[in-house]
């Protein structure tokens, strides 16, 4: 009982911890430990308990040959220099896509160094040196070629959409040909598959997909007593704010990382509850989580088919925008599919337009107590929204790990099945675990607790339809209650603390930078409101965003 109590307190929110700071005791100080003192019901993603790693077990990737990533794309990359990397930085650096895009217009950029440029610090920073970061697993060998095709298309004037051209990371739970798809695990590291849903999408509208990010392996709901951001193909991902001292966050520990040390224009994560909002927060960068269905999961490694959805991690809410237009659109394979009535471009449209007067929203007493966040809710009002502050509710999430377990039973082995490389051979869960076994000090390294639970677990259809009912009922009221006893039209809450009840609800919550702490440590102002309400999501943050000016990039990359 000690085992099953644990686990569900750590992984309540599936692959998300709060802040928690590697390398120093961090006790008094850590946002962690402030939101403990404030928030101790342990269905609060923010009370879950965290481990202090102060050494990891694994750093570098045992399975990654840094040459080997860079053979088929060094033959193009060759005759890009430091020189012409530092004239574009300037550029580049940090801009969102509509100065990209007319710095393409004007001549003074192309796709192609748009691209190599990308490649080149990839190169200069992520693996194998003092400052390596571990957050890519792989390159797209096309991309360079891909990327001359767009500047042919550009001189016709084909420019499809905002996104056109430019590089985007994928998690890697995320399918994609040219590349395999891994997850992490070392189970997966021969499973070549077709583009998934969202990447047809993307592509569709001409993005370049530049590579794979690293992520906590099968998403982080796998080992159980491991690191944010490790894994067995990708080694552990380091934060650029502080490495080895803060942790990255997770699961879509690369796709935060990456953006937020300008690697790529923009990532696509994952998430089942945090897993966007976790390392988006964690590393000062714009991460939105959208309602479940309104991007397909076709294609996608999966935890949950209850919860589990994509989104986009960005430097600035602009893009955040940008790329969800890009990537929503019925998917008739996914039965959470979403129908839209309205086409692109949609999120993006009159984005700079909007403003907050009338806007009213709800923001917890205890997180008050945050000086971040009090000064995050007195910018908001500035802004002319009105603020009302309102006691969290007492509601739980139980059998929330048991959702997850039922879930993943079945859904891998769909995933296997449907959407997976066949020739790997493997049907279940189970197999996979036999797989692990055969060399674990290297496949898994910090064991595979979390898959024994899965394996374990079980349910009638009866009980499993009742446990969900209850989950998605308590995680609504959660925002509802208040929501409609004030007359909100959204909540205010900080990092990932409240994502596993957004989780549950299948509502959408963005993050946004609002700041860091004394030691460095990046926080984010996150929005949370009712079912497809991403437009105003993406409004209210930019507000805020332009008001605040809080992201600062991280200065050992500049």
Not at 418 to 443: C, H, P, R, W
């Amino acid at each position: 009982m000690r085992y099953l109590f644990i686990i569900s307190f750590i992984f309540l929110a599936y692959s998300c911890k709060p802040s928690e700071e590697k390398g120093k005791d961090m006790s008094k100080e850590s946002d962690a430990t402030t939101v403990s003192q404030h928030q101790k019901d342990k269905n609060d993603i923010s009370a879950i308990s965290t481990k202090d790693f102060r050494e990891f077990k694994v750093l570098d990737s045992k399975y990654i040959n840094t040459n080997e990533l860079w053979d088929a794309i060094n033959a193009d990359l060759n005759d890009f220099s430091e020189q012409q990397y530092q004239a574009l930085k300037p550029l580049i650096l940090e801009q969102d896509i509509p100065t990209l895009q007319n710095h393409m217009v004007s001549g003074k950029l192309s796709y192609e160094n748009l691209t190599k440029f990308y490649l080149y610090r990839i190169q200069k920073f992520d693996r194998d040196n003092p400052l390596s970061l571990n957050s890519v697993i792989s390159i797209n060998p096309n991309v360079i070629a891909e990327a001359r095709q767009k500047d042919m298309e550009l001189l016709n004037k084909k420019l499809k959409h905002p996104i056109f051209g430019m590089p985007i990371l994928l998690k890697d739970n995320i399918n994609t040909a040219h590349m395999p798809t891994t997850a992490g695990a070392v189970a997966l590291q021969n499973n070549t598959t077709k583009d998934a849903f969202i990447v047809r999408q993307l592509k569709a509208k001409g993005a370049l997909i530049l590579g794979k990010a690293n992520l906590s392996e099968w998403a982080y709901f796998f080992c159980g007593d491991c690191p944010s951001g490790y894994s067995a193909i990708g080694g552990q991902t380091l934060n650029p704010y502080g490495r080895r001292v803060i942790d990255t966050g997770g699961s879509s520990s690369g796709s935060g990382v990456a953006t937020a040390a300008n690697f790529c224009v923009a990532a696509i994560g994952s998430e089942t509850a945090g897993s966007i909002l976790s390392p988006a927060s964690q590393n000062s960068v714009v991460g939105l989580k959208p309602t479940v269905g309104l991007l397909s999961r076709s294609g996608i490694v999966p935890i949950s088919s209850t919860l589990d959805t994509a989104g986009p991690i960005t430097k600035n809410v602009t893009d955040n925008s940008i790329v969800l237009d890009a990537l929503f659109g019925e998917d008739k394979a996914d039965p959470k599919a979403i129908y839209n009535l309205w086409e692109s471009p949609f999120y993006y449209r009159s984005l700079k337009d909007v403003s907050l007067k009338g806007k009213r929203f709800g923001a917890f007493k205890k997180l008050m107590e945050d000086e971040l966040y009090a000064q995050a809710v007195e910018v908001l009002k500035q802004e002319g929204a009105e603020v009302i502050e309102v006691e969290a509710l007492d509601v739980k999430l139980p059998e929330f790990i048991r959702l997850l377990n039922l879930d993943m039973k079945k859904d891998l082995a769909a995933y296997l099945a449907d959407y997976g490389n066949s020739k790997l051979g493997y049907a279940s869960i189970e197999d996979i675990m036999a797989f692990n076994q055969t060399d674990s000090l290297n496949v898994m390294p910090y064991g595979q607790k979390l898959f024994h639970g899965i394996s374990e677990d079980a349910s009638t259809d009866n009980e499993f339809e009742a446990l969900k009912t209850v989950l998605k009922t308590n995680g609504q009221r959660f925002f509802d209650e208040p929501m409609t006893t004030h007359n909100l039209d959204g909540i205010l809450s900080v990092n990932n603390y409240h994502a596993g009840f957004a989780a549950v609800a299948e509502y959408p919550a963005l993050t946004v930078p609002m700041g860091y702490t004394e030691d460095g440590v990046p926080k984010g102002l996150t929005f949370i409101s009712s079912r497809l309400r991403e437009k105003q999501l993406l409004e209210w943050a930019y507000v805020y965003e332009q008001a605040s000016k809080m992201r600062k990039a991280p200065e050992s990359y500049n």
